[in-house]
């Protein structure tokens, strides 16, 4: 798989404040990479260092293996940028606004009115002629995701896409930047980490200035596995006949036909269950042993 995006050894301070240390990343093309971090972990200055918005102090950002170089465009041809707020002239209609985008590209005027058509489709704005000003939320940034893949970027840069959104125009937004995917590589922040459950191949975290990959992530997952067990039981009666369990070795949470044990083994575990389970003639709906969310992971790393 190609790399488009290599951030080698990246460093940016704000007077004595270091948001970014020593920063080593790759983004592979084709694929949707979710980049999480807290407020105020150094997301947005992340991405503008790659937009070439802010200058670094040191390293080295290369996109399709061209440099970064601070204020210098060269390289924006490779990317499409959504800002966390997008600015619009809400008085255009979505393809004014698009065709004053365009223009400013310079794109012939055939080319740029039969990509506004297409991209007005995938966003699904391609019915609406009502002003920007009029626009909910999430069709403001179904039509700043449409801008910023007009010129068929390489790579679709999103800031914090979905944080403004109700339910709903967070999901359309996912399932937009999903479909997406077919025609460029996308790399959108967030601190809502079941989003990038929902979508992502790959992510990372920012924390503290450093990135923890998302192989890393992956081993903290494992480490963090095997160590719940589920067990649903068919009535709340059954439940009773468990204050003869081992609890003292497997704490449990309990409801009202669920327990959720702990232990260091979970196989262990399963297995001290069966058995019980088996002498006791207990009958089960459910068994099974419980992977961490990455809210579980997250709330691990940055404690
Ligand atoms: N131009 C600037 N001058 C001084 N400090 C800045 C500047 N831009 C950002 N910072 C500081 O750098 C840190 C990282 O900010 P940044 O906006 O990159 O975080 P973020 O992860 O995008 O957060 P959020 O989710 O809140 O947008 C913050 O402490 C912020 O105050």
Redesign the pocket.
């Known amino acids: 798989m190609t790399t488009i995006l290599e951030v080698s050894h990246v460093s940016k301070s704000?007077?004595s404040?270091q948001?970014l240390k020593n920063i080593e990343m790759e983004v592979k093309e084709g694929t949707v990479l979710g980049f999480i971090?807290?407020?105020?972990?150094?997301?947005?200055?992340?991405?503008?260092c790659i937009v070439g918005m802010?200058p670094i102090d040191s390293g080295e950002i290369r996109l399709a293996n061209v440099p970064v170089t601070f204020r210098k465009n060269r390289t924006n041809q490779f990317i499409g940028y959504l800002p966390?707020v997008p600015a619009f002239y809400d008085e255009m209609t979505a393809v004014q606004y698009l065709k004053f985008c365009g223009d400013i590209t310079g794109m012939s005027a055939s080319k740029l009115s039969n990509k506004i058509s297409e991209m007005l489709a995938l966003v699904e704005l391609e019915s609406s002629n009502k002003s920007i000003g009029s626009y909910s939320r999430g069709m403001k940034q179904r039509l700043g995701i449409a801008q910023a893949l007009l010129n068929e970027p390489k790579l679709l840069i999103c800031?914090?896409p979905t944080?403004a959104l109700d339910p709903v125009g967070r999901k359309e937004i996912l399932e937009l930047l999903r479909r997406v995917k077919n025609q460029t590589t996308v790399l959108f922040?967030t601190?809502i980490l079941s989003d990038v459950e929902k979508i992502c191949d790959d992510m990372m975290l920012?924390h503290e200035g450093k990135i923890i990959s998302g192989t890393e992530i992956e081993k903290l997952k494992a480490s963090h596995k095997k160590k719940q067990v589920l067990l649903e039981l068919m009535n709340s009666s059954d439940r009773e006949k468990f204050t003869e369990f081992d609890y003292q070795n497997h704490p449990a949470e309990k409801n009202d036909t669920s327990l959720i044990f702990q232990g260091e083994d979970a196989l262990q575990l399963q297995q001290a269950l069966f058995q019980f389970l088996a002498v006791k003639q207990i009958p089960v709906k459910k068994l099974m042993i419980l992977e961490p969310s990455l809210e579980d992971l997250f709330q691990e790393v940055v404690k």
């Open positions: 704000f007077g404040q948001v971090g807290k407020n105020g972990a150094g997301k947005t200055t992340l991405m503008k802010l966390d800031d914090e944080s922040s601190h920012l």
